[in-house]
């Protein structure tokens, strides 16, 4: 794939976030979990398992110069799910620390809102950041990975999921991916890894959800 087949099928990409993490995007980019808690210099016993654990709750970060952030809780993983739907000999841990490395978008407003529309999240306040695509490509398109589902969720019924499940797009011509979905060309999720430097320079929109 080339950066303008990306822009062509998905001219806005969308990050799902905590309110008012658009400044700190301005200023820092995105991040991954892993990038900022670098940036946070996070002490090596707590990024241990920030990383590797999941996180039933959203966990606050502080730092003196760079001030507050927050990492998304992961309550839609299920430890057990995974260890029944992970192949190449993944476990749980690895799978998190995987996810933890990457900067996650919906590819569209349909993907968009079966998030934000979930019961679950209904009454929680989020910040929707929607990006220019093309903005982000001359950066991040050598880092950019396509997945067939949401990997992030295994309520229901889990999709198989492993190493290949995020696709280099660069690496794959459009027909070749679909052939190797059957066919299917639907993308969940498009991930970026470790993070977007100038993030702040390709957004376009800042969108409040959710109940007040």
Known sequence: MTPEEIVRRFPRL?????PGAHE???????LSTVALLDLFETPESDRLRLLRARRPEPVPLSHPVHGEAILNDQRPLSMKALESCLD???APADWLGMLNGKVFFWPDEKQLQRLTQARANRARQREVLVFDTAGLMEESFDRLRLSPINTGNTMRRPARR????????????????RSQRGGRDSVVEIAIDHRVASAGDALVEVRRVGEA
């Open 14 to 18: 969308y990050h799902v976030t905590e």
């Open 162 to 177: 492993g190493l290949a499940t995020f696709a280099l797009a660069k690496d794959h011509a459009w027909e070749e991916w």
């Open 24 to 30: 700190s995007v301005r200023r820092h980019g995105l």
């Open 88 to 90: 190449d000999g993944m």
